[in-house]
């Protein structure tokens, strides 16, 4: 059974992962949170996050929706295809919106794996008989 640990690995941390995922410009939305994506080499997800100071102006809300977001994905972090995804709080929530909150990324992590499925080729057998 694997992990469900939020490790070191499934961090964006560094300036240039977070640049990379913005550049990309693949980004879903919904009412309080956006998702910006992009597919990587590592085979899981990791996760950034941004909640700006316009969103909620004190540290301890802002610190709040860091820490929901963070349980998310640590308990969805599996059912996730290997993405680096950002998310960026649009509207402020607060305790009272928790389970609105938790359908939300629920939605979008399904957006995603739907947006990024990986294609594998079709292969038809064609059966080949052989004359004695």
Known sequence: MPTLRFTKKTKLIKTDEFSSVFNFRKRISARCLAVHYQ????????????????????????NYMRRVLRE??????????????IVRVQKKFDKEDFLQIKQEFESLVEKLNRRTQVQLPVISVVPVQISE
Do not use: M, S, T, W
């Open 39 to 62: 597919p990587n080499d590592f085979g899981f997800a990791r996760l950034g996050l941004v909640v700006g100071k316009k969103v909620a102006k004190r540290a301890v809300d802002r």
């Open 72 to 85: 998310f994905f640590r308990a969805q972090q599996h059912e996730i295809n290997p993405v680096d995804l």
